[in-house]
Every structure is written in C-alpha cells, then in structure tokens.
C-alpha cells in the first residue's frame, strides 16, 4: 500500500510498472468474463481485503492501487448506507460483483438499490453487469454514450454492455450536476468538463463531507487521459480541476481513483495545481515555438510536488496532447 505522504517514488520504473498493470489489468478482465462462465477461474482474481470506514454510513472497498498487481481489484468502490438501501460508486473490474456484495452485508443487511460510475473505465464499471437488475445505474450523460457506444475502445469497457446486457446501462443521467435523495443520505453529482474521460464525475456525500474523484484524481501522480477512447482532454483536464476545485463546497475527505486511503481535500488542491503546472508549461512552450518533445525533455517536477510520479513518457504524451489541442 503507498503511504499517504512522503511517498520516495522514483519518477521513471514506477510509471512503466503502472502501464504494464494496465495491460495485465485487460487480461484480469477478459478472465473475469469467462470467470462468469467458469466459477474457478473467479477464484483466481484478488480479494477485497476488508470494507474500511470512512466516515458515519460511508465506507471504502480499496485494493485500488495498480501498481501493487498482486493485489489490484480495480477502481477505489463507495459504499454509502442510506434509509433506502446502499449506493455503490464504481464497480471494480468485472468478476467482482459477488465479493462486494459480501463486503456490504458486513455492515449492513440492506439491499444495494443504486449504482454510480464515476466514468465507463474497465476497472470502474467493470462488475455493473454482476448486479441484480432492479439496481438504478446513474452515470453522466457522456459516459453512458461511451457505454452504449457499438465500437469500444481498449479500456472503455463497452463490450459488457452489449445485448442482455443493456438493462445495465445508465437509466438516469445528467449534464452539468444532479442531487439524489435528501437530508443526511444525499448524494451530489458534478460534472465540470472533460479530463479523464468526457464523463467524469466527482461524487459528493455532503452529510460526511466527503468526495469520490473517480480517475479525475487517480493517484499522486499524472493522470491517464483517456483522448482517444473515452473523449478525454489533456487540454481541458486542468481547467476542470480548476471548476471542481472552485465549485464544490464543504468536503474534507477524498477518495480518489486508485489510493487506497482517504485523502484530504489540500490534497485535492494540490493535484489540480500539479497538473496544472505541467500544462502551463506545454502551453509556454508552444506559444514560444518549441516541440512537444522538447518541452517535456525540459520539464522537471517542482519541489513542491515532491512524490508525485512524472515518467517522461507520460510527460511527453501530455505535451504531444496539448500541442495538439486535444
Ligand atoms: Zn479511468
């Protein structure tokens, strides 16, 4: 598990490992799909290793973190208690619908009645389809076009969608923001723009102050940003950390995409900043007429952001985006 602060990462092997589990992570889904036809090969997946508390009626199915592959079980899930039943944030990977559906009825005997994915990643809405079917899928507009999409890309996880299973696609969407339920059980959904995915969304639980980034805020680190398969925008990622740092009221508490504990909303703040500060530069570079390529082989982290993962490669894609104007 990575600690929570003074991580002593280096900036390079890290990030290779990461896109390495990023591939080992298509080849977990695609056994996970025969594991619905093969019970023994779900065996085969990682455990949820417990159901965390995060705060009163709000708690955290981690295992999140790709670079621990032994132990990676996709996407961070929120499991958020109220008078109705419970509502998930995220899936995980496919083939993991019954274990946590277990980790739930460790807290509570009530049943899961409504689904949020935070975006259509593989390793966030991968187990959708393991649900009972009266469960209401709510997502944003864009990801459920992504969901519903005849041809999907890589990672966007679309093929599970497919025939029968379209019953699993978002029933209820939204554009800008949504409120579900009320008093202490209410759940606030914002979307500011394109960054990871063009259907990112950042789910609040104002009862607890608490926020779940999805990949907006995966790890402390550069993002993946998903252009050409989920609609994503390097050019518009930092504009809309901007928004949603300026937007949303009254959390303290983050669970990110993939950091298997809660951070605090400074820490929120500071990741709009870091990123923010690499894509200042890919602009600079490109008003001054230089390369992508030589933008980023200048780039260097500032001490500030001690800690934070910044591979060349992923730098350089960035700036290759920005210069691009994607
Ligand atoms: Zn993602």
New binding site residues.
Partial sequence: MRQQHGSHRSTGGNRSRRRGVWLVGLIAAGLAVTATANEGLQDSLPPITGIHEVAENLYLLANADPDDQGAWTGGNTAVWITDEGVVLVDTKLAGYGQAILERVREVTDKPVTTIINT?T?F??AGSNTEFPDSVSFVAHENTATQMARAECGPVTGCDAFKGENRKYLPDRTYADRLSLFSGRDRVDLYHFGRG??NGDTLVVFPAVRTMHTG?LYPWRGLP?V?VEGSGGSAVDYGATLNRAVAGIPGVETVIT?HINTPVGWSDFEEFADFYNHLADAARAGLYAGRSAEETAADYAVPARFRGYDADPETVLSIMQHIHAGR
């Fill in positions: 975006h990643h390793d966030h990871h995915t990949d993946f998903d995409g």
